[in-house]
């Protein structure tokens, strides 16, 4: 079983940064391929950036360039750092890891870009 609690959600300016940290108790974390889900006001839940446990990364493309996704297994935390935010990013930040069949989301941190 695996707990995952995220943080580092918040409202921001257009243009600003964001770092957000998920945090996972439980064994094994280094195992786990670990993504990044958004769910914007309205919208379905799409997956921003994933890791592997073998550190390979992807992104969506509105995401590519501008965040950056990493994870430290000492720690077993997992983070997104965002950048030149935009409105578009506006949303409902999830965690989720998986592992073969396991497959475990976090509650979500808000993110929230306006001025």
């Known amino acids: 079983q695996v707990q995952l609690v995220e943080s580092g959600g918040g409202l921001v300016q257009p243009g600003g940064s964001l770092r957000l940290s998920c945090a996972a108790s439980?064994?094994?974390?280094?195992?786990?391929?670990m993504d990044w889900y958004r769910q914007a006001p309205g919208k379905q839940r799409e997956l921003v950036a994933g890791i592997t446990s073998g550190g390979s990364t992807n992104y969506v493309d509105s995401a590519k360039g501008r965040f950056a996704i990493s994870r430290d297994n000492a720690k077993n935390t997992v983070y997104l750092q965002m950048n030149s935010l935009n409105a578009e990013d506006t949303g409902v930040y999830y965690c989720y890891a998986r592992l073969g069949f396991a497959m475990y989301w976090g509650k979500g941190t808000p993110v929230t870009v306006s001025s």
């Open positions: 439980g064994s094994g974390f280094s195992l786990y391929a």
